[in-house]
């Protein structure tokens, strides 16, 4: 399923959202909008998704079979490939961030 993309601003609505972020938070008229104190429904990163790149990878036979066989039936062996990569990069990151301290 491929996403559309969305048509360019218009200079019109470029104008307005730029007056529209400089009035102060206080003359922002929010009556319409109640506030939501319960987030108990709320499902994170919805709409968030991740530019994807395809590539080939060559991964020994038994840690493939090991992501394969650790899989539910809403999550596939590439989705814990891939968030198990996230974590080790951002593991990481993190331990640099950490020495250069």
């Not at 218009?10 to 008229?29: H, K």
């Not at 499902?43 to 790149?53: A, S, W």
Request: avoid cysteine.
């Amino acid at each position: 399923m491929k996403k559309g993309t969305s048509k360019r601003l218009t200079p019109e609505q470029r104008a307005e959202l730029r007056s529209l972020a400089a009035l102060p938070d206080d003359a922002i008229d929010t009556s319409d909008a109640p506030e939501l104190l319960d987030w108990s429904g709320a499902k994170r990163g919805l709409f968030y998704r991740p530019v994807k790149q395809q590539l080939t990878l060559r991964l020994d036979a038994d840690v493939v079979a090991w992501f394969k066989s650790h899989t539910t039936s809403n999550e596939g062996y590439q989705t814990r490939i891939n968030r198990a990569l996230r974590e080790y990069v951002q593991g990481q990151a993190s331990r640099t961030r950490r020495s250069r301290a």
